[in-house]
């Protein structure tokens, strides 16, 4: 049996998705992997599990263009990586734009061909 509890399966990203914290402007890591309802991030900044954040990156779409994103998530948990410094945080996206979403579908369906 299947241990997995996400409602969408996410996609690893084979690029480099620097995520910027729209409230402070800086950049606190990169993604690791990517759904419609949630993200895994690599940061080097270390963020608090179990609170809110408002970030933004964006995403290279399938015709080329690139979207940018922001979105609202809320911190599940967080975990010390093996590279000092580092932290791999798992995300919850609580609020996203009808026009991010789209980017955000666009980009992982893009994943899949």
């Known amino acids: 049996m299947s241990d997995e509890r996400r ?6 990203s084979s690029a480099a998705i620097e995520v910027t914290d729209s409230v402070s402007g800086e950049t606190i890591g990169r993604v690791g992997n990517l759904s419609r309802n949630g993200m895994m991030l690599i940061c ?13 990156f964006r995403l290279p779409d399938p015709r080329g263009a690139v979207s940018e994103v922001e979105t609202g ?18 995300l919850r996206i609580i609020s996203i734009s009808g026009p991010s979403a789209a980017s955000l579908d666009r980009w992982l369906q893009g994943v899949n061909a």
């Open 7 to 12: 409602s969408a399966p996410r996609k690893p």
């Open 44 to 56: 080097h900044r270390p963020l608090n599990t179990n609170a809110l954040y408002q970030l933004r």
């Open 73 to 90: 998530v809320h911190t599940m948990w967080t975990e010390q990586a093996s590279t000092n410094g580092y932290q791999w945080s798992g």
